[in-house]
Protein backbone atom coordinates (compact mmCIF):
# COMPACT_ATOMS: atom_id res chain seq x y z
CA UNK A 1 0.00 0.00 0.00
CA UNK A 2 1.20 3.45 -0.62
CA UNK A 3 -0.34 7.07 0.38
CA UNK A 4 0.31 10.05 -1.27
CA UNK A 5 -1.21 13.12 0.03
CA UNK A 6 -1.73 15.31 -2.74
CA UNK A 7 -2.80 19.11 -2.35
CA UNK A 8 -6.35 18.32 -3.80
CA UNK A 9 -6.94 14.33 -2.58
CA UNK A 10 -5.52 11.58 -0.35
CA UNK A 11 -4.34 8.76 -2.96
CA UNK A 12 -4.54 5.06 -1.69
CA UNK A 13 -3.04 3.05 -4.39
CA UNK A 14 -3.60 -1.20 -2.66
CA UNK A 15 -4.37 -4.34 -3.43
CA UNK A 16 -7.52 -6.21 -3.36
CA UNK A 17 -6.47 -7.60 -0.09
CA UNK A 18 -6.55 -4.44 1.76
CA UNK A 19 -9.34 -3.47 -0.51
CA UNK A 20 -11.76 -5.76 0.55
CA UNK A 21 -10.74 -5.59 4.72
CA UNK A 22 -13.47 -4.90 6.74
CA UNK A 23 -12.68 -2.06 7.44
CA UNK A 24 -11.87 -0.76 4.10
CA UNK A 25 -15.62 -1.81 3.11
CA UNK A 26 -17.51 -0.64 5.89
CA UNK A 27 -15.87 3.12 5.15
CA UNK A 28 -16.99 2.58 1.36
CA UNK A 29 -20.15 1.04 1.89
CA UNK A 30 -21.13 4.30 4.11
CA UNK A 31 -20.44 6.74 1.34
CA UNK A 32 -22.02 4.64 -1.87
CA UNK A 33 -24.28 8.25 -2.49
CA UNK A 34 -21.19 10.60 -2.40
CA UNK A 35 -18.27 8.17 -4.54
CA UNK A 36 -17.77 7.92 -7.95
CA UNK A 37 -16.42 4.42 -9.51
CA UNK A 38 -13.64 4.93 -11.88
CA UNK A 39 -11.25 2.03 -14.24
CA UNK A 40 -9.56 0.68 -11.06
CA UNK A 41 -10.63 2.89 -8.46
CA UNK A 42 -13.34 4.71 -6.19
CA UNK A 43 -13.11 8.40 -5.49
CA UNK A 44 -14.96 9.45 -1.97
CA UNK A 45 -15.98 12.84 -1.44
CA UNK A 46 -16.51 14.54 1.54
CA UNK A 47 -19.96 13.95 3.12
CA UNK A 48 -20.00 16.13 6.02
CA UNK A 49 -22.95 13.75 7.47
CA UNK A 50 -20.26 11.20 8.47
CA UNK A 51 -17.37 13.15 9.19
CA UNK A 52 -16.78 10.85 12.51
CA UNK A 53 -16.54 7.89 10.03
CA UNK A 54 -14.34 9.81 7.83
CA UNK A 55 -11.54 10.26 10.82
CA UNK A 56 -12.32 6.85 12.28
CA UNK A 57 -11.52 5.56 8.37
CA UNK A 58 -8.07 7.36 8.46
CA UNK A 59 -7.36 6.53 11.97
CA UNK A 60 -7.62 3.07 10.82
CA UNK A 61 -5.58 3.47 7.57
CA UNK A 62 -2.90 5.28 9.17
CA UNK A 63 -2.64 2.31 11.91
CA UNK A 64 -2.32 -0.73 9.10
CA UNK A 65 -0.25 2.03 6.89
CA UNK A 66 2.39 2.38 9.95
CA UNK A 67 2.03 -1.12 11.29
CA UNK A 68 3.33 -2.46 7.72
CA UNK A 69 5.90 -0.28 7.18
CA UNK A 70 7.20 0.59 10.80
CA UNK A 71 6.49 4.43 11.53
CA UNK A 72 4.65 6.86 13.77
CA UNK A 73 0.94 6.15 13.58
CA UNK A 74 0.30 8.98 15.58
CA UNK A 75 2.39 11.93 13.55
CA UNK A 76 0.86 10.57 10.07
CA UNK A 77 -2.38 10.45 11.06
CA UNK A 78 -2.11 14.09 12.08
CA UNK A 79 -0.48 14.72 8.59
CA UNK A 80 -3.61 13.47 6.89
CA UNK A 81 -5.91 15.02 8.88
CA UNK A 82 -5.03 18.39 7.53
CA UNK A 83 -6.35 16.74 4.36
CA UNK A 84 -9.42 16.17 5.86
CA UNK A 85 -12.14 18.01 3.54
CA UNK A 86 -9.85 16.49 0.17
CA UNK A 87 -11.39 13.60 -1.55
CA UNK A 88 -10.16 10.39 -1.26
CA UNK A 89 -8.80 8.21 -4.10
CA UNK A 90 -8.75 4.26 -3.71
CA UNK A 91 -6.61 3.02 -6.45
CA UNK A 92 -6.42 -0.26 -6.85
CA UNK A 93 -3.04 -1.57 -8.26
CA UNK A 94 -2.80 -5.01 -10.12
CA UNK A 95 -1.91 -5.82 -13.63
CA UNK A 96 -4.03 -8.72 -14.09
CA UNK A 97 -6.74 -9.02 -16.77
CA UNK A 98 -10.05 -7.75 -15.29
CA UNK A 99 -12.46 -10.71 -14.04
CA UNK A 100 -15.68 -10.61 -15.63
CA UNK A 101 -19.18 -10.96 -13.53
CA UNK A 102 -22.00 -12.01 -14.88
CA UNK A 103 -25.47 -9.65 -14.29
CA UNK A 104 -28.86 -10.85 -15.38
CA UNK A 105 -31.53 -8.42 -16.13
CA UNK A 106 -35.38 -9.52 -15.63
CA UNK A 107 -38.02 -7.31 -16.38
CA UNK A 108 -41.37 -8.42 -15.06
CA UNK A 109 -43.29 -5.76 -17.02
CA UNK A 110 -42.60 -2.42 -17.74
CA UNK A 111 -42.57 -1.21 -13.52
CA UNK A 112 -40.45 -3.74 -12.20
CA UNK A 113 -36.80 -4.60 -13.49
CA UNK A 114 -34.82 -7.49 -11.67
CA UNK A 115 -30.99 -7.25 -11.37
CA UNK A 116 -29.70 -10.36 -10.44
CA UNK A 117 -25.39 -11.67 -10.02
CA UNK A 118 -24.71 -14.81 -11.08
CA UNK A 119 -22.11 -14.91 -8.11
CA UNK A 120 -21.18 -12.80 -5.09
CA UNK A 121 -19.71 -9.63 -5.33
CA UNK A 122 -19.90 -6.97 -3.14
CA UNK A 123 -18.48 -4.36 -5.26
CA UNK A 124 -20.48 -4.22 -8.21
CA UNK A 125 -23.49 -4.72 -6.48
CA UNK A 126 -22.21 -1.18 -4.32
CA UNK A 127 -22.07 0.23 -7.81
CA UNK A 128 -25.64 -0.95 -8.60
CA UNK A 129 -26.95 0.14 -5.29
CA UNK A 130 -24.42 3.51 -5.64
CA UNK A 131 -26.13 4.33 -8.76
CA UNK A 132 -29.66 3.53 -8.67
CA UNK A 133 -30.65 3.64 -4.54
CA UNK A 134 -33.28 5.74 -4.40
CA UNK A 135 -35.27 3.15 -7.02
CA UNK A 136 -34.11 0.12 -4.91
CA UNK A 137 -37.43 -1.99 -3.78
CA UNK A 138 -35.49 -4.68 -1.97
CA UNK A 139 -32.69 -6.29 -2.00
CA UNK A 140 -30.28 -9.31 -1.24
CA UNK A 141 -26.37 -9.89 -1.72
CA UNK A 142 -26.51 -11.00 -5.22
CA UNK A 143 -29.77 -9.27 -6.59
CA UNK A 144 -31.90 -5.95 -6.45
CA UNK A 145 -35.53 -5.34 -7.59
CA UNK A 146 -36.04 -1.72 -9.16
CA UNK A 147 -38.62 0.58 -9.61
CA UNK A 148 -38.33 1.97 -12.85
CA UNK A 149 -41.71 2.66 -13.39
CA UNK A 150 -41.31 6.34 -14.84
CA UNK A 151 -39.14 7.50 -17.38
CA UNK A 152 -36.14 9.05 -14.89
CA UNK A 153 -35.84 6.00 -13.30
CA UNK A 154 -35.10 3.96 -16.34
CA UNK A 155 -32.64 6.76 -17.72
CA UNK A 156 -31.13 6.30 -14.56
CA UNK A 157 -30.89 2.35 -15.03
CA UNK A 158 -29.90 2.45 -18.91
CA UNK A 159 -26.82 4.97 -16.99
CA UNK A 160 -25.90 2.61 -14.66
CA UNK A 161 -25.96 -0.04 -16.86
CA UNK A 162 -23.63 1.58 -19.68
CA UNK A 163 -20.24 1.35 -17.00
CA UNK A 164 -18.96 -2.06 -17.64
CA UNK A 165 -15.80 -1.79 -15.69
CA UNK A 166 -15.60 -1.53 -11.94
CA UNK A 167 -12.18 -1.68 -10.14
CA UNK A 168 -11.50 -4.71 -11.32
CA UNK A 169 -14.47 -6.54 -12.60
CA UNK A 170 -15.66 -6.43 -16.26
CA UNK A 171 -19.35 -6.18 -16.26
CA UNK A 172 -21.70 -8.98 -18.38
CA UNK A 173 -25.06 -7.97 -18.74
CA UNK A 174 -27.47 -11.08 -19.86
CA UNK A 175 -31.10 -10.78 -20.58
CA UNK A 176 -34.05 -12.35 -22.19
CA UNK A 177 -35.46 -11.74 -25.53
CA UNK A 178 -38.77 -10.12 -24.37
CA UNK A 179 -36.68 -7.62 -21.91
CA UNK A 180 -36.81 -4.34 -23.96
CA UNK A 181 -40.07 -4.95 -24.97
CA UNK A 182 -41.28 -5.66 -21.43
CA UNK A 183 -39.40 -2.32 -20.06
CA UNK A 184 -40.47 -0.28 -22.78
CA UNK A 185 -44.16 -1.39 -23.65
CA UNK A 186 -45.52 1.90 -23.59
CA UNK A 187 -43.46 2.63 -26.80
CA UNK A 188 -46.50 0.83 -27.99
CA UNK A 189 -49.07 3.51 -27.13
CA UNK A 190 -47.04 6.62 -29.17
CA UNK A 191 -48.21 7.41 -32.41
CA UNK A 192 -45.25 8.04 -34.61
CA UNK A 193 -46.73 8.20 -37.67
CA UNK A 194 -45.45 6.05 -40.90
CA UNK A 195 -43.05 3.42 -39.98
CA UNK A 196 -39.78 5.09 -41.32
CA UNK A 197 -40.64 7.93 -38.56
CA UNK A 198 -41.31 4.89 -36.03
CA UNK A 199 -38.03 3.28 -36.86
CA UNK A 200 -35.82 6.29 -36.67
CA UNK A 201 -37.44 7.11 -32.71
CA UNK A 202 -36.24 2.81 -32.11
CA UNK A 203 -32.83 3.86 -32.93
CA UNK A 204 -32.57 7.21 -31.32
CA UNK A 205 -34.25 5.51 -28.27
CA UNK A 206 -30.74 6.30 -26.42
CA UNK A 207 -30.45 9.98 -27.17
CA UNK A 208 -33.82 10.45 -25.29
CA UNK A 209 -32.29 8.29 -22.13
CA UNK A 210 -29.26 11.08 -22.40
CA UNK A 211 -31.60 13.24 -21.95
CA UNK A 212 -34.25 12.09 -19.79
CA UNK A 213 -37.11 12.17 -21.62
CA UNK A 214 -40.03 9.65 -22.66
CA UNK A 215 -39.49 8.29 -25.78
CA UNK A 216 -41.18 10.43 -28.48
CA UNK A 217 -41.42 13.40 -26.42
CA UNK A 218 -42.42 16.61 -27.50
CA UNK A 219 -39.54 19.14 -29.18
CA UNK A 220 -40.89 21.57 -26.60
CA UNK A 221 -39.98 18.68 -23.55
CA UNK A 222 -36.88 17.94 -24.87
CA UNK A 223 -35.98 21.73 -25.13
CA UNK A 224 -36.78 22.26 -21.67
CA UNK A 225 -34.68 19.06 -20.17
CA UNK A 226 -32.04 19.87 -22.43
CA UNK A 227 -31.27 23.46 -21.31
CA UNK A 228 -31.74 22.14 -17.33
CA UNK A 229 -29.23 19.43 -18.12
CA UNK A 230 -26.39 21.75 -19.90
CA UNK A 231 -26.32 24.10 -16.73
CA UNK A 232 -25.68 21.16 -14.88
CA UNK A 233 -22.85 19.58 -16.54
CA UNK A 234 -21.44 22.47 -18.23
CA UNK A 235 -17.77 22.27 -17.86
CA UNK A 236 -17.31 25.70 -16.61
CA UNK A 237 -19.54 23.90 -13.57
CA UNK A 238 -16.83 22.06 -12.08
CA UNK A 239 -15.20 23.18 -9.71
CA UNK A 240 -12.52 20.54 -9.02
CA UNK A 241 -9.08 19.48 -9.48
CA UNK A 242 -9.72 16.02 -10.52
CA UNK A 243 -9.29 15.51 -14.08
CA UNK A 244 -11.23 12.46 -13.80
CA UNK A 245 -14.18 14.67 -13.02
CA UNK A 246 -13.93 17.30 -15.40
CA UNK A 247 -13.60 14.61 -18.26
CA UNK A 248 -16.91 13.24 -16.82
CA UNK A 249 -18.82 16.27 -17.05
CA UNK A 250 -17.43 17.37 -20.50
CA UNK A 251 -18.24 13.96 -21.55
CA UNK A 252 -21.85 14.36 -20.39
CA UNK A 253 -22.16 18.07 -21.69
CA UNK A 254 -20.90 16.45 -24.88
CA UNK A 255 -23.62 13.53 -25.03
CA UNK A 256 -26.65 16.25 -24.34
CA UNK A 257 -25.24 18.46 -27.32
CA UNK A 258 -25.67 15.10 -29.59
CA UNK A 259 -28.53 13.75 -28.34
CA UNK A 260 -30.37 17.17 -28.57
CA UNK A 261 -29.07 17.80 -32.45
CA UNK A 262 -30.32 14.25 -33.46
CA UNK A 263 -33.48 14.56 -31.64
CA UNK A 264 -34.60 18.07 -32.99
CA UNK A 265 -34.37 16.26 -36.31
CA UNK A 266 -36.25 13.22 -35.79
CA UNK A 267 -38.93 14.92 -33.39
Not at 15 to 38: C, G, P, Q, V, Y
Not at 143 to 163: C, F, G, M, P, Q
Not at 224 to 239: G, I, N, R, T
Request: with cysteine; aromatic share 14%; hydrophobic share 40%.
Amino acid sequence: MDIVLRNNLILITTDFETLNAEWMIEFLNKHSRSMLFLQKAVLVFRNEDLQDERVEFLSKLSQYHAKKYDFNHEFFLRSMLKFGAQPIKVELETDKEPENVVVKLYAYDKNTVLITLENPNAWVLNYMRSQLEIYVEKGTDVSLVIDVSDYKAKARLERTLNKRHILHYQIKYTYDNHFMSKLYSDFANYSFGDLSRECDVVENKHYYTILECPIGASQDALKKSYKKLVKVYHPDKVFHDDVNMVNHYTYKFQLLQEAYASLRIVS
